[in-house]
């Protein structure tokens, strides 16, 4: 299988696909050759539904012959983390606890990319519940960076970051709560969109905290978050954090650049060594990017990390330890080390600090909306760093050296992650550019204008 | 809240929860570091109560 075919976009293969000079069939297969042959080293895949995807992808291309084009998306293939319902296909969450679960339902998020006519190639590894890891000690070993197999692959949509890099599909669904979609993706160097809360419906995704979750896409280009995001978004009365909005089509201002564009600069964000030397430089030289690119680039003042940080952390831990106390008491040592450390520290949250860190998040989400009045959207550094080594992340990592990721997640805000760089050691560099809560589209014009302009998107991993 | 090993010990029995007697220590030391955060949010609201005042 020739690279061309394995890392090519949605809007490519969609196109190719509409016009009949591509086959979903032999596009399918291809893939599953592609896994056969490198993912048993990467570990990207927990389950590959090879015949189900043979299966659709069949469908799919006699609907297509037969004039019956769904959209950009038909005949895809595409991967979900393992923690979205798949109906007959085992579902766990990356947990021993789950090991046997198989959902009778799909996932909404699912449910409407197959509608769209995508098709399943498998399910991707997670770290256990979305909130360990790096663990060797779970159901399933951690995904290897295909940059550096020692190096952390991000998480906890691990298996997302790592089977786009290596070109095992065209897009994939993840979760982020703290950064779980945009650190697997700076690390793997892909891109990943965390859209706003309220925007895509999180029926059938096992929870980690209901008011900090978020479902979004993942793939190589901010154009092909797009297509899957018109697919994915809409109102969803079975999650109470869903929110009926106007039917917005995510790629219709996509190609508008970033002449004229008002772009704030975190720096606050990256203060309190949040962010290698590194990391800063890219940050930096994508100011520079878009300062070339004609827009209006100024510092914005906003909170510290910090304040973002605990609000997350304190929020998480209670609402975390609210679903899985249970188990914590009764089959606690069956949770991997990491996982059973963080969850444990939920006895210790108590009512007051979580009524304060709603209370903290009300307050920062009022300072950013002020801070936004001047500017369409904010660029911050999309990481600490370089993906570090797997072996050295610790059970309390991101509660010591708070994560670049996190402010988004408590403002409910949509959030790119795209690669601007790379370091000294070869691995990939990200950037953040955030909105204002509905505003997806301006991101993703943002974010399309920055990649339009840089080629840091289009590297590969020497697999 | 505690950050004592033998109070984190008895926090967690309280809870019901158990964790291995090595993993007392790190666990101690997150214990720690949520203490922290949680006197922050703590004196933030003691400071915007003062504000009100």
Redesign the interface.
Known sequence: MSDDLAYLSIAEAGRRLAAGDLSPVALTEALIARAEQIDGALGSFVTRTDDLALEAARTAEAEIAKGNYKGPLHGIPVALKEAFDTAGVRTTVGSKLLKDRVPKTDATAWARLKGAGAILLGKLETTEFCYGGPSTDGLFRPARNPWHADHYAGGSSSGAGVSLAAGLTLGALGTDTGGSIRLPAAYCGITGFMPSYGLVSRTGVFPLSATLDHVGPMARSVEDCAILLDALAGHDAADPGSEARPIVDFRADIEGGARGLRVGLATALAGADAVSAEGLAAYEAAADVFRGLGAEVREIALPSLDDFATAQIVITLAEGYAIHERNLQTRGDEYTYHTRMRLSLGPFVRAADYIRALKLRDDLIRDYNLALRDVDVVLAPGAPGAAPVAAQVGAFQFFKKPLVTMPANVLGAPAAGVPAGMSSDGLPLAIQIMGRRFDDATVLRAAAAFQNATDWHTKRPPL | ??TDRKD?EQ??R??????PAE?LD??T???A???R??E???Q??ADMGDDDA
């Open positions: 809240m505690p984190v926090t967690l309280s809870a019901g929860l158990s964790v993993d790190e666990l030391e997150g214990v570091i949520l203490r955060l949680a922050t949010l703590a933030r609201d």
